[in-house]
């Protein structure tokens, strides 16, 4: 079984801190990703990567950065943390390659931040 | 740009109705096809997919798809539904063959009543 684990399932920080999501994969998976989910809105892409030390910006970028400099780890970086990044933060991974069955993301258990 | 929209928020069901989670996507290619689910408490996790062939899509816990080309959609069903099911569905698509981005619908929240 593939198993995604991130480093925290609650966070408490306060605004202007810079805030490390941490995010691991045992599956060798190529590709990995982080969302973020609020109600109402679904799951929306922050950044993604299609292998070690590459980045792609997702659909809201803003506001955070991305390192994968290991091929299972791929880190979510809030530069300083604001309120309106309380949210939910899901790393997914993927095999990648195009093909078929190699496009199914496994999900972690998901990070709850709250920024006060 | 690729979309995907679910047609309802929040469902609200009896024990044993049918279901029907309505889902379209905006893409004119070849797309490959998914629905996520997640339970209370857990972790997103693949209830189906669509890749090519046969339209009729079936996938855990009695869960079942149809793809229908011709109007983007692809709606989950479900004929008997049970408390257990309580949980968030997404839809999502991709472009095939690109090792492409997922695009999630926003999810619709169903809750089964014992």
């Known amino acids: 079984d593939v198993k995604v684990t991130q480093s925290s399932r609650y966070l408490v920080k306060r605004t202007g801190e810079k805030v490390f999501l941490e995010c691991v994969q045992d599956?060798?998976?190529?590709?990995m990703f982080w969302y973020r989910q609020d109600p109402g809105l679904g799951l929306r892409l922050i950044y993604f990567?299609?292998?070690?030390?590459?980045?792609e910006k997702g659909d809201i970028p803003e506001g955070y950065s991305v390192s994968r400099e290991k091929k299972e780890r791929f880190s979510l970086i809030l530069e300083s943390a604001s309120t309106n990044q309380t949210s939910m933060y899901l790393c997914?991974?993927?095999?990648?390659?195009?093909?078929?069955?190699?496009?199914?993301?496994?999900f972690g258990p998901g990070t709850r931040l709250l920024v006060l | 740009a690729q979309s995907v929209s679910q047609h309802n928020h929040h469902v609200i069901l009896s024990e044993a109705a049918s279901l029907e989670l309505g889902c379209n996507y905006s893409?004119?290619?070849?797309?490959?096809l998914f629905w996520y689910v997640q339970y209370p408490g857990q972790h997103l996790q693949l209830l189906l997919k669509?890749?090519?062939?046969?339209?009729l899509v079936k996938g855990i816990k009695g869960f079942e798809a149809e793809f229908i080309k011709s109007k983007f959609s692809f709606n989950l069903r479900k004929p008997s539904v049970q408390w257990s099911d309580t949980a968030e569905y997404f839809c999502?698509?991709?472009?095939?063959?690109?090792?492409?981005?997922?695009?999630f619908g926003k999810g619709t929240r169903l809750h089964i009543l014992p």
């Open positions: 990567s299609y292998d070690v030390k590459m980045k």
């Open positions: 997914a991974s993927r095999e990648g390659g195009g093909q078929a069955d190699q496009e199914t993301q496994y």
């Open positions: 669509y890749f090519s062939g046969d339209p």
């Open positions: 999502a698509v991709n472009r095939a063959n690109r090792d492409d981005k997922i695009i």
């Open positions: 599956m060798d998976h190529e590709n």
């Open positions: 893409y004119g290619g070849t797309v490959n």
